[in-house]
């Protein structure tokens, strides 16, 4: 196959563990035999400092052309401390998700059992744990109008707004991949508060009868986030708006213990965006030391899902398993004599091209 990778390193740590993420690509593309083009671009503090902006409009040509785009991380702490800012790194993620109409963004969750231990929560608690979260990506309080400041300043607001359609195509993702797993999904919201939630509660119980066998239930989300600490097993497939998924899918992340295997793909309208969910991490940048295995697990997802090429997937996932067996792992997962980063980028190409 001709495969056209739109490849967007982004800030802190992006570059250096994207460069892993390509040998591994590249080391795919070979041994199974598919034409890999790769077309870098900018995005983040980085195209803001080269071009003033945080996504070029060439970044987004770029992006719209590819069959798939490998993300790496936005972020520069000098922003952070800058509410006054006018442009932001950030500007440059949430342009690309409503441009490029990225409504789903997939993130699952899974406990490796050689590494339970690294889990903050006890070892019965999260052993067996193997959910995926489901997050709207478009629509809600991050982008919903009317937002802003009163002309005193003294007063600040944000919308949160949903339409029936853009709850019925999340849901539906959702119910699908629901169906390809145990086929139990829950539905996150705060039906006994928010106007949104109700219109959310009302859709997903419509949807839900469009797939025979499937068993949805729904949960607010404050008790969503308890139940996640205390019963994490309980949950398979999650669904949820904007917010609510962002704050839940951080905290999911961080019960694996391990926030540096944690892949993630943004599936889109007019492409798909894969990307680990760790962020920027800028004291780690340029040193060599991140975890490149969060992002070369999202370059497995994007052969999964964004090529339907399972068997290319599996390899990756395969020689990712290898090297943490063998103990190549960086100094989030091991505190004696970890490996760089660039060294597990190595052994799990290698793996990948010599296996027979
Ligand atoms: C995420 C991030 C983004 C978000 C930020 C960087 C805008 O936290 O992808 O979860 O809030 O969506
Ligand atoms: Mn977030």
Redesign the pocket.
Known sequence: MNLNIAVLPGDGIGPEIVDQAKKVVLAVGEKFDHKITLKYGLVGAIAINKTGVPLPIETLELCKSSDAVLFGA??DPKYDNDPKAKVRP?QG??AMRKELGLYANVRPVTIIPSLADKSPLKKEIVNGVDLVMIRELTGGIYFGRPQGRSEDGKTAYDSCVYSRFEVERIVRLACEIAMKRSGRITVVDKANVLATSRLWRETAMDISKEFHGLKMDFMFVDNAAMQLIQNPGRFDVIVTENMFG?IL?DEASVITGSLGLLPSASVGLLTSVFEPIHGSYPQAAGKNIANPLATILSAAMMFEMAFNLKGEGKAIRVAVEKSIEAGVMTEDLKKEKPSLTSEVGDFVSNYISHKK
Request: charged fraction near 30%; hydrophobic fraction near 45%; proline fraction near 0%.
């Open positions: 936005i972020g950030e993620l949430l962002d899918s």
